[in-house]
């Protein structure tokens, strides 16, 4: 019942005072769409960043050979370490924690051939396990490169879709041919399109995978370019990190601290250095929204102290016939709540209509999509909360404290 008295007060207040009204649900609904349609740009941006970096691969070590920077067991400095493929198996029987390991074989001498179109991209040699650490998948008619391909040092290929496209625009690339050098290869697969940012020889959409056997095969390298693993547990990383130093460094001969004969990127660590960025940057576009939404706060609460003002005699008839402090500051308090409701369901939809219409601009590739997830409504929710407390709270409670002899005067 009061509840709906201070409704039917809060509607005559509107009825009366419109422009006055207006202009403070106008400031609430400004501070609600800055603050979630800032907070749902941060959002689709960082999901947009995330999903292209995991575009190299998720939590992987890439391994790549360095030179010694320090003299060790009468070996002089300035040596240079090169891998071979034994290191595969040795690392992956001296290290517990690897979960996949592969080696990686690159050439960019060996131009690739269909007909009068030439392109010469990165020819990796690899192994099956490459690519479900690198994200790599084929698409629904094709396959990667298997176990019978390594064995049997077949000349198949499987090539990236830009690749792809390239070289067979007009037809399906699959079982055709494709010359690399002057070796023809069949080609078993096509990769299914990805977002990747982060890259290291070039981009996977530009490549052309065969198995390591037929790599080694084909150009006789004694030496792989580097190694990707994969952890069975990302926190592990570390620990991982320097056993490949002990093994290595064992075979190798090198001082195990020597951190110049390893060159390690692990993009765990670098994921999380952008999870960090992320927080600062959506934490700042946050800030940037409560202090509008406080401006607007600061408009809720200096209109129900002239509400206050307006209604002192009304407040000291209410006193007078028995209506106790709570009952007055509960009133105040609803209606201020009343006002940021209004603001906020308007300011909502307006940011609705807002987001529907950006995601039509073909800008998603580059920020993402704008979304309101549930950290991007939780934190509105809680912004708007605070707000609505803080301004209800204060000129409430001077009503509530308003001596009534001094109302009724």
Request: hydrophobic share 45%; net charge neutral.
């Amino acid at each position: 019942m009061q509840l709906l008295s201070t409704l039917a007060g809060f509607l005559r207040d509107l009825k009366a005072q419109k422009l006055r009204t207006t202009l403070t649900v106008f400031g609430i609904i400004w501070g609600t769409v800055a603050i979630v349609v800032l907070l749902a740009f941060g959002s689709g941006f960082q999901k947009q960043t995330m999903k292209t970096m995991y575009g190299i691969g998720e939590s992987i070590l890439l391994v790549f050979s360095g030179r010694t920077s320090v003299p060790f067991e009468g070996y002089g400095r300035d040596r240079r370490i090169r891998f071979q493929y034994e290191d595969i198996e040795l690392v992956r029987s001296e290290i517990d924690d690897i979960e996949y390991i592969s080696p990686e074989y690159s050439n960019w001498e060996a131009p690739l051939r269909v007909g009068t179109r030439m392109r010469s991209p990165n020819v990796t040699g690899i192994i099956p396990e490459y690519s479900i650490m690198r994200n790599i998948q084929p698409d629904e008619k094709s396959r990667f490169i298997n176990k019978l391909d390594i064995e049997h040092r077949r000349r198949v290929v499987f090539l990236g879709d830009e690749l792809a496209e390239y070289l067979f625009p007009d037809s399906d690339p699959l079982g055709q041919y494709v010359y690399i050098g002057d070796t023809p290869f069949r080609v078993i697969g096509v990769m299914l399109h990805k977002e990747q940012d982060s890259s290291y020889n070039s981009r996977d959409k530009d490549r052309a995978f065969i198995p390591e056997s037929t790599f080694r095969a084909i150009f006789g390298n004694r030496y792989m370019s580097n190694m990707v693993i994969k952890p069975k547990d990302p926190r592990r990383s570390p620990g991982i990190q320097k056993r490949l130093y002990e093994v290595l460094g064992k075979k190798y001969k090198f001082d195990p601290e020597d951190e110049d004969a390893l060159s390690i990127w692990d993009t765990t660590e670098f994921q999380k250095m952008i999870m960090y960025l992320f927080i600062g940057f959506n934490g700042f576009m946050a800030i940037i929204g409560m202090f509008t939404l406080t401006v607007g706060g600061i408009g809720v609460a200096n209109i129900m102290y002239v509400v206050v003002q307006e209604r002192t005699r009304e407040i000291g008839i209410k006193r007078s016939v028995g209506a106790r402090k709570k009952h007055i500051m509960g009133q105040f308090f609803l209606e201020t709540l009343f006002i940021i409701m209004l603001g906020a369901s308007i300011g909502f939809a307006i940011s609705l209509l807002i987001l529907a219409g950006i995601t039509m601009l073909p800008i998603d590739q580059f920020v993402g999509t704008p979304e309101i997830s549930g950290w991007v409504l939780a934190t509105a929710l809680a912004l708007l909360s605070g707000i609505g407390l803080l301004a209800g709270y204060f000129p409430a409670r001077k009503a509530a404290n308003m001596d009534i002899v001094e109302c009724l005067r």
